[in-house]
């Protein structure tokens, strides 16, 4: 089988669960600040600030939990402050000034996410967080991943973080459970990978609060 071409990485994008039970798109609601100013794409991870509302994640390379992750950012709604309606929108692009914003999120801290391994952990560098790399199962699966947050696109609604499979066994928020299947090439070696945030991490699997 020729391998698909990856031009660069693509978010998180949920593919099932542990043990294998499909993931059927549920999601849960959650609220963005009024006039919160950074965008958030789809297949970003989210975190709690402390009075509830999300944000886009500042989890990164973190050996210990950072509080409040909560998920995977899915697409949200609001009340346009210009045009006097609901929008059902792909990516939220801050700075909106609502009071009814509602991202939708996969919380479950058991679902598995399809992600590109990137060249680096440089966020936004075109040879490094942006670049696919690729990765034989010896040195990714069973590791850990640092996640890699690049910026998303504007026009699409799309997120480009990724992960960077350093080879290393040490604590990191994102753990390696598998290549995606059929997309290795030639040599064993592949730039999909399947990952899930590591136990502690995820807010639903964390004892401390925000």
Request: net charge neutral; charged share 10%; aromatic share 10%.
């Amino acid at each position: 089988m020729a391998f698909p071409t990856v031009s660069g990485p693509y978010g998180l994008r949920p593919l099932n669960l542990v043990g294998g039970t499909p993931f059927a798109g549920a999601t849960r609601h959650m609220p963005i600040a009024s006039g919160y100013a950074t965008a958030i794409y789809n297949g970003d991870v989210v975190q709690y600030k402390n009075d509830g509302t999300l944000i886009i994640t500042t989890l990164q390379n973190n050996v210990a939990p950072v509080a409040g992750v909560v998920g995977v950012f899915l697409g949200c709604t609001y009340t346009d402050p210009n045009l006097g309606y609901t929008l059902y929108s792909q990516s939220y692009p801050g700075n909106v000034a609502a009071t009814d914003i509602r991202a939708y999120v996969c919380d479950d801290p058991n679902a598995l996410f399809k992600v590109v391994n990137c060249a680096t952990a440089a966020a936004n560098g075109a040879a490094g967080g942006l670049l696919p790399a690729f990765k034989a199962r010896t040195n990714s699966i069973s590791k850990n991943a640092e996640l890699v947050l690049n910026t998303g696109v504007t026009a699409s609604g799309n997120s480009r973080m990724g992960v960077f499979i350093n080879n290393v066994a040490t604590a990191l928020p994102m753990t390696v459970v598998d290549m995606v299947e059929g997309t290795d090439n030639a040599a064993g070696e592949s730039v999909e990978f399947i990952v899930k945030f590591t136990a502690g991490y995820h807010r639903y699997t964390h004892t401390v609060g925000v």
